[in-house]
């Protein structure tokens, strides 16, 4: 059994950056326990070969291996010792402050930033990774469990220690306005890094990348999505072309990645670290998600009559005789029908975000050029989502709302009177 599709979101279509210099990622490599002592001096994995390791004989330096020591002298060179004091340690403790220095010079090694980059922010950004709690990272529960395995895998794979950065850097902008620029900087830089490494690395998927590739596509999905400030008009439905409206789009169109993430990933993923977020998942909204069949392999649109909501059925033309292939609305209204029916709130969180992993092109083609059934049912997706109180969702969906009213108005929106 493969995971289910559409139950992630990201696909990237890179958007227009300046030229990056071009920075091969490591490839995923076994724990070093016993490493070389330069390697254990600068924070960074030693392939442990004797009697030099590759990465000394590379760089031109001496290369030399420490007898076997006791537990208690080794505990403190080990990396992933210090790291784990390090995350778990309150930003105003002893333990923080000494291991802070290491792990800015890992990450500074990691990441190959520029000299003047400040470490302090990146270390303070991952220690708050690690402390806070958001549902598209997974149930709440084990979710301390699995940021501390994301985290490890970011240190073995730089686009995704770059989306942790981000992710988390976006998190403190909000949570804290008065460094808003700050964080806003370093967010950018680590954003625009994380979407060019991580498109680069789904050139070759295999079970050695795949779960990074997971937890980096569920961490982008949150910047694509964010909205810095209220503003419908910056919106897609008012963009005067086309193209520009595709463009605009991109915070919708980028969610949908996953499908192929998943099926190239199909022989490995019960060795996935996220094969039970993902299962747990699929049989919570499999009523909503998936259809059954009738004997001739017609299939049924629910067990309560067709499941459809009326009044978007008969906006968008669906009747007894429609099927996916006919109608491009069949499928995302017969979805939108069940959520309707969940309770609304972060419980149905997982059922929301499911939606956004199912839409087809066809379905895209329909919300560029702006037909009103497609609107419509955009907008009440968007309300189901808006009663999920998350920080990176409100202010989307307030504006997208707020901005599809006006136009299937016919109003172009001059803000008087509007509650932002």
């Known amino acids: ?43 960074v994995k030693c392939d442990e070969s004797k009697p030099h390791c590759l990465r000394c004989q590379k760089l031109n330096l001496d290369c030399s291996y420490e007898p076997n020591s006791s537990s208690s002298s080794s505990s403190s060179t080990d990396p992933e010792k210090t790291m784990t004091r390090f995350l778990t340690s309150s930003p105003d403790s002893r333990a923080y402050n000494l291991a802070q220095d290491a792990v800015g010079a890992q990450l500074h090694d990691l990441l190959q930033l520029p000299q003047s980059a400040s470490p302090s922010l990146r270390v303070e950004a991952l220690h708050h990774f690690y402390g806070f709690s958001d549902p598209a990272l997974g149930p709440q529960a084990p979710q301390a469990e699995y940021q501390r395995r994301v985290i490890q895998l970011g240190f073995e794979s730089p686009y995704l220690m770059h989306a942790i950065i981000a992710f988390a850097s976006s998190h403190l902008r909000y949570t804290t306005p008065g460094k808003h620029r700050t964080y ?91 094969w039970d977020v993902f299962m747990a998942s699929a049989a919570q909204y499999r009523g909503v998600f998936d259809v059954e069949e009738d004997p001739t392999g017609r299939k049924l649109a629910g067990t ?40 609304g709130g972060i419980r149905s969180f997982g059922a929301y975000a499911g939606w956004m992993g199912r839409l087809e092109p066809a379905f895209f083609e329909r919300l560029v050029r702006k037909e009103v059934a497609a609107l419509v049912v955009l907008k009440g997706w968007l309300v189901l989502l808006g009663s999920v109180d998350l920080w990176w969702i409100g202010v989307r969906v307030r504006s997208e709302v707020q901005a599809i009213n006006w136009f299937l108005e016919g109003i172009e929106g001059d803000g008087d009177g509007v509650d932002g």
Request: proline share 6%.
């Open 1 to 43: 059994m493969s995971l289910p599709e559409g139950q992630g979101i990201l696909q990237f279509q890179l958007p227009s950056f300046p030229p990056e210099r071009i920075y091969h990622a490591r490839r995923a490599h076994r724990k070093s326990r016993h490493g070389c002592s330069k390697c254990k001096q600068r924070r």
């Open 304 to 343: 309560e009559g067709w499941g459809f909501d009326p009044a978007l059925a008969e906006l968008c033309g669906i009747h007894a005789g429609s099927t996916p292939a006919n109608n491009v609305y069949y499928e995302p209204v017969r979805i939108l029908s069940g959520l309707m029916r969940l309770p």
């Open 184 to 274: 806003a900087v370093t967010e950018t830089h680590h954003w625009q890094e994380a979407i060019t490494q991580y498109a680069r690395e789904l050139r070759t998927i295999g079970p050695h990348n795949m779960d990074g590739l997971f937890g980096a596509c569920l961490l982008l999905t949150v910047c694509s999505f964010e909205l810095d400030r209220y503003d419908p008009r910056t919106s897609f439905v008012f963009a005067s072309s086309q193209q520009q409206t595709a463009t605009a789009l991109t915070w919708l169109t980028l969610q949908v990645g996953l499908r192929r993430l998943l099926a190239a990933t199909v022989p490995w993923q019960r060795g996935s670290m996220w």
